[in-house]
Nanobody, 121 residues
Framework: QVRLVESGGGLVQAGGSLRLSCAASGDIFSINAMGWYRQAPGNQRELVADITSGGRTNYADSVKGRFTISRDNAKNTVYLQMNSLKPEDTAVYYC???????????????WGQGTQVTVSS
């Protein structure tokens, strides 16, 4: 079974930085894309950034220039470096792995449990 475990969330002051990590475990052969989503209270879940196995990235307009997504394919791990954080970035951040191939399945999507990021003003 595939499991995604996030880490790195926490409380930070406005203007500060955090680095989120998400490691996928299981009998994984490949993951087409990994990404980060976030959901604030009262809002719908939104894409923050994602990255393909080939390194192609895309970002939400609200985080461009401040956040950087990267991944280590060998470790099935994705990272989100968040700089110049704003109170508006406060949300639960969820890791996503899409197009996951394992020894028993292909093309499945998996989600992490979420990690809280709180930015104080």
């Amino acid at each position: 079974q595939v499991r995604l475990v996030e880490s790195g969330g926490g409380l930070v002051q406005a203007g500060g930085s955090l680095r989120l990590s998400c490691a996928a475990s299981g009998d994984i052969f490949s993951i087409n894309a990994m990404g980060w989503y976030r959901q604030a209270p009262g809002n719908q879940r939104e894409l923050v950034a994602d990255i393909t196995s080939g390194g192609r990235t895309n970002y939400a307009d609200s985080v461009k220039g401040r956040f950087t997504i990267s991944r280590d394919n060998a470790k099935n791990t994705v990272y989100l470096q968040m700089n110049s954080l704003k109170p508006e970035d406060t949300a639960v951040y969820y890791c996503n792995a899409d197009g996951v191939t394992t020894v028993r399945a292909r093309g499945n999507t998996y989600w992490g449990q979420g990690t809280q990021v709180t930015v104080s003003s």
